[in-house]
């Protein structure tokens, strides 16, 4: 039963309101729908009539292809969630155990490492010295680390786990750890950590999305074929669709020059679009529910 | 009683700042060891290049056999890489559209997220109002590349929707859309509003619902229309965070998007004029023509003016609501 309430906006009003959101909603939807329906068309009929919401003939050459001969592209379906699962836990790890020092109040010199983990978010030498730094000495290029050390660390999340560590967690529990003899270390693992669910499911996702949508470390530090991600393959395919051809060639994929001419290109480029976002929609519910708690955690001023 | 338990006995007063550290070392060993490997990497990846910055006053040359010897066998130069940079025919062009797009950016992007917040506030249907919020969402968890791939799905001359399916039928002229550069503008200020819009407009939501309600209700006894409450309690109390939401986007208007305007347009040549901005600029002079000098000198002048700007920012947060500003 809906309760009746004098300030409600006018049926009218609502639905105005109503038509303006399901045109946005439109605009962000049926771009997806889109690939998902291109990706399963006939290679032909898109040559020939170009895409369509509707189209002529369905297919599943694309996805039967990257499953049968685009060993490149499984690949780079296996790099890209080795960087997210490996990097997103180790960024974890090596966040928790930054913001927990300098959310100790006993800790004298937590003002001096807040601001050093600070000061990164508000300059940076600008990306070539930091390219030099990453090639000539951390070698970095071309390693399978080169995706994964560089977003390890990140400001803006150490300071928001600074922040839950030292507002959320009773320094009661903490202090009660210590009489019972436990170190610092014994006393984050066991106490603070399992406290600390919420914000390492927030941050975490947010880390699982960087790690999952970067094209951008590759760009920089990576060009040996066998190392590419799925969305730098997609961008290497963007410049060069005849890459998908190439990539495929070396990895062993197509290597009858007849199925190399058959590789239907349109189609599987669209599938790998599809194949970054799937994940994406699946895991969405999930998204959804620690990111709202994430903008009323990172709400809390640092 | 743990005020006995937490009691240390004082030997001596410390020396001086340095030994004070290094029995701070000693008494809380663990927490400095569980500083260290992010210490490690800020000071590696965030400290070293900023004083690797100066590589922008020198004339890089890989003389040496790692960083340190190259750095030290260049020669200084000054601020030749800066004036080679500033001199540059694009420099006004970058720059320009750098902040134009941003200015854009901001502009409308905020004026659309706090409309549908509003709108997403009063909507009767609140299951309705999360299907759309759900939507709304969804791009800002794409990938660039991902958005320029779906872009191409409506873009592409010879293929995409709004050519074959829109254009063709209607007898309209179809339009080269990676070379001509008459939509750009409005093509990439589209895609930063799709993928940031429904984001921010949830941040918007987040403060509204919080909203005292009994705010509304004095008001609608005092015989207020609902135009009338959005007005004079919706916005007064929304103003502080778009004021902070906004000055720090201001702060970084001297940033852009690398993945958007190289990727949406596709790299595509003819378009330059219209999607060439600092970041882009950047990344070509370094990785297309390997020139470490004047890039550098690019990169440093971005960041420096980003810096400076952020600083201001703040600053002008802290006098609105010192509790909102970063520091």
Redesign the interface.
């Known amino acids: 039963m809906k309760e009746f309430n004098a300030n409600s906006i006018t049926k009218k009003s609502n639905f105005i309101l109503n038509i303006i959101f399901m045109i946005y909603t439109l605009f962000c939807l049926v771009p997806l729908i889109l690939a998902l329906i291109v990706s399963f068309t006939d290679e032909n009929i898109i040559n020939t009539y170009g895409y369509s919401f509707f189209p002529r003939k369905l297919s599943f050459a694309s996805y039967q292809y990257v499953l049968l001969n685009g060993r490149a592209i499984i690949n780079a379906y296996g790099i890209t969630i080795f960087n997210t699962v490996v990097g997103t836990f180790l960024s974890l790890i090596v966040i928790a155990l930054f913001a927990y020092p300098i959310s100790r109040k006993e800790f004298k010199y937590r003002y001096f490492f807040t601001f050093l983990v600070f000061f990164t978010m508000l300059f940076s030498g600008g990306m070539v010295p930091w390219y030099l730094v990453c090639t000539q000495v951390l070698h970095l290029k071309d390693t399978i680390w080169a995706m994964i050390i560089p977003y390890l660390m990140n400001g803006w999340y150490v300071i928001i786990m600074r922040t839950f560590f030292a507002t959320t967690i009773p320094d009661s529990i903490v202090e009660a750890a210590k009489i019972d003899g436990a170190g610092d270390f014994k006393t984050f693992m066991v106490i603070v950590l399992p406290l600390a669910k919420p914000v390492l499911a927030t941050v975490g996702l947010f880390i699982t999305l960087t790690y999952w949508n970067d094209f951008w470390l590759p760009m920089m530090l990576i060009n040996k074929d066998g190392l590419l991600s799925l969305q730098y393959t997609m961008v290497k395919i963007q410049t060069n669709i005849a890459y998908l051809t190439q990539i495929n060639s070396a990895a062993g994929g197509g290597n009858v020059a007849g199925v190399i001419a058959a590789i239907p290109t349109e189609t599987v480029r669209m599938a790998m679009a599809v194949m970054a976002i799937g994940p994406i929609v699946i895991a969405y519910p999930f998204f959804q529910k620690y990111f709202v708690k994430g903008l009323t955690i990172g709400a809390v001023k640092g | 009683m743990?005020m006995v338990?937490n009691y240390v006995p004082r030997v001596k007063k410390p020396v001086n700042k340095f030994s004070?550290?290094i029995r701070?070392i000693v008494q809380?060993k663990?927490?400095?060891?569980?500083?260290l490997?992010?210490?490690a990497?800020?000071l590696?990846?965030?400290?070293?290049?900023?004083?690797?910055?100066l590589?922008?006053f020198k004339d890089f040359k890989y003389l040496g056999n790692?960083?340190?010897e190259?750095f030290m066998l260049s020669k200084w130069v000054g601020f030749t890489n800066f004036e080679f940079f500033l001199k540059g025919p694009d420099t006004w062009l970058i720059t320009r559209n750098t902040i134009g797009y941003n200015l854009a950016f901001i502009i409308l992007g905020n004026i659309i997220a706090i409309t549908?917040s509003l709108?997403?506030n009063?909507?009767?249907?609140k299951k309705?109002?999360r299907?759309?919020q759900?939507?709304?969402?969804?791009?800002y968890?794409?990938?660039?590349?991902?958005m320029?791939?779906?872009?191409?799905?409506?873009l592409?001359v010879?293929?995409?929707?709004l050519?074959?399916?829109i254009l063709q039928p209607l007898g309209i002229k179809t339009i080269s859309w990676y070379s001509d550069t008459t939509w750009w503008p409005l093509i990439l200020i589209a895609a930063n509003v799709?993928k940031y819009a429904?984001y921010n407009s949830?941040?918007y939501l987040?403060t509204l619902t919080g909203i005292d309600e009994e705010l509304?209700?004095a008001a609608?006894l005092d015989g207020a229309t609902?135009w009338q409450?959005i007005v004079n309690i919706t916005l007064p109390l929304l103003s502080n965070v778009i004021i902070i939401l906004l000055l720090f986007s201001v702060g970084r208007i001297f940033v852009a998007d690398?993945?958007l305007f190289y990727?949406v347009p596709?790299?595509s040549g003819p378009l330059f004029s219209v999607t060439q901005v600092l970041?882009t600029y950047?990344?070509r002079a370094?990785?297309n023509s390997g020139d470490?000098g004047m890039?550098?000198a690019a990169?440093?002048y971005?960041?420096m003016i980003?810096?400076i700007l952020?600083?201001l920012a703040n600053f002008a947060v802290r006098k609105i609501d010192p509790?909102?500003a970063?520091?």
Not at chain 2, 122 to 125: A, C, D, S, V
Not at chain 2, 134 to 139: C, Q, V
Not at chain 2, 148 to 154: A, E, K, T
């Open positions: 743990w338990v004070a550290l701070d809380h663990a927490l400095y060891i569980m500083l490997p992010g210490l990497l800020i590696l990846l965030s400290y070293l290049p900023m004083l690797g910055a590589v922008a790692n960083f340190f190259n549908f709108g997403l009063e909507l009767l249907n309705v109002g299907f759309y759900s939507a709304m969402l969804l791009p968890f794409l990938s660039w590349i991902v320029s791939y779906l872009f191409y799905g409506f592409s010879d293929r995409g929707i050519n074959v399916q799709l429904g949830i941040i987040a509304y209700e609608i609902k409450q690398l993945g990727y596709m790299l970041d950047v990344y370094l990785m470490i890039s550098s990169g440093l971005q960041s980003g810096f952020v600083l509790d909102k970063l520091f």
